[in-house]
């Protein structure tokens, strides 16, 4: 779902403006800071604050009226045209798109709205309008991964600031959290037994909790025990119960010798049982791997490998 954001304009958590450059534009909305900047000179699109030495300076309003009008000009309408309308205009066209179109890259550029904003009803309407359409797989792996992508780019050029990410991530950790709990647990005589967790220092836990949710979907066991766990406090665990995998991935930016030894003290606690992992700093990094592990890059992958080692 499109959302305009003429109408939202009070902040309830973020009471003080925040000020972005031209280059944080660009990174929000994907159009080119040379562009931006033919619109501002040409058509006055925007009007920057300078500073001192007369560099742009854009607030919230200059943000959300951006995405908005980008929003606009990729559904075909000429930016000559979208500067004439006013700011209730610019809304209900974007109202208007929202009701019979609803593109991934618009879908995203919600979801930042929504992050930026703290904004929990844009982000519920626009989840949800995916979900409807897409199903809660599909949004995941074509909506909110993609977006995570941006967020991390946005993240690494300094223009968000930790409480927003934060405030995305969470909400959409509830989503994974009530999905994975509505997931009937299988009864089946073949269902494989999996263990979960994020090791010692990791803390981004939307991967691990979509891939909880697929395997229980999927019709297996799981037991999940979250981010942050040493590795070792897994053995009594794998000594316990009959684990037909162990599944974790690596995030975080860690140098390869650290890695390495991270991997190693796996090889030893899993005695032998088959380990999936997957991860950044995995599938970056080459590393000679035990013969019971395996990397996965994708939902795809992490089926085929489970499909053959189970046949």
Same mark, same amino acid.
């Given at each position: ?102 593109? =991934?890259?618009?879908?995203?550029? #919600? /979801?930042? $709205?929504?992050? *930026?904003?703290?904004?929990? +009803?844009? %982000?519920?309407? &626009? !989840? ?93 066991? =799981?037991?999940?025990?979250?981010? #942050? /766990?040493? $590795?070792?406090? *897994?053995?009594?665990?794998? +000594?316990? %119960?009959?684990? &037909? !995998? ?66």
């Amino acid at each position: 779902m499109i959302i305009c954001l003429g109408a939202l304009i009070h902040h309830f958590f973020c009471l003080v403006m925040s000020s972005y450059s031209i280059k944080d534009l660009e990174g929000f909305t994907g159009i080119k800071a040379h562009t931006l900047r033919i619109w501002e000179k040409r058509y006055h699109v925007l009007k920057p604050q300078r500073t001192s030495t007369n560099i742009r300076s854009y607030d919230d309003e200059d943000l959300k009226r951006i995405l908005n009008i980008s929003i606009l000009n990729r559904h075909g309408y000429r930016i000559s045209d979208i500067i004439k309308l006013s700011e209730k205009e610019i809304c209900e066209k974007v109202m208007q798109l929202s009701q019979r179109c609803a593109d =991934t890259h618009s879908q995203i550029e #919600n /979801l930042l $709205i929504a992050m *930026i904003e703290m904004d929990e +009803e844009i %982000f519920h309407q &626009s !989840f949800n309008q995916s979900v409807l359409k897409n199903g809660f797989e599909d949004t995941f792996r074509y909506l909110i991964f993609p977006f995570f992508e941006r967020v991390g780019l946005l993240w690494q050029s300094g223009s968000i600031t930790p409480a927003q990410e934060h405030f995305v991530s969470n909400l959409i950790r509830q989503k994974l959290i009530v999905a994975i709990d509505s997931i009937i647990s299988p009864r089946k005589p073949d269902a494989l037994h999996f263990v979960l967790f994020l090791p010692e220092g990791e803390w981004h836990e939307i991967g691990l909790l979509f891939t909880h949710y697929l395997i229980k979907k999927w019709g297996h066991y =799981t037991l999940y025990f979250g981010a #942050n /766990l040493p $590795i070792e406090t *897994i053995q009594p665990v794998l +000594e316990k %119960f009959e684990i &037909s !995998f162990v599944v974790t991935q690596f995030i975080n930016g860690i140098c390869s010798n650290d890695l390495n030894r991270q991997i190693q003290k796996l090889a030893e606690v899993s005695q032998g049982k088959k380990v999936l992992l997957s991860g950044a700093q995995i599938i970056q990094k080459q590393f000679d791997m035990p013969n019971h592990f395996y990397i996965y890059e994708d939902i795809d992958e992490l089926r085929e490998i489970i499909d053959i080692q189970r046949a």
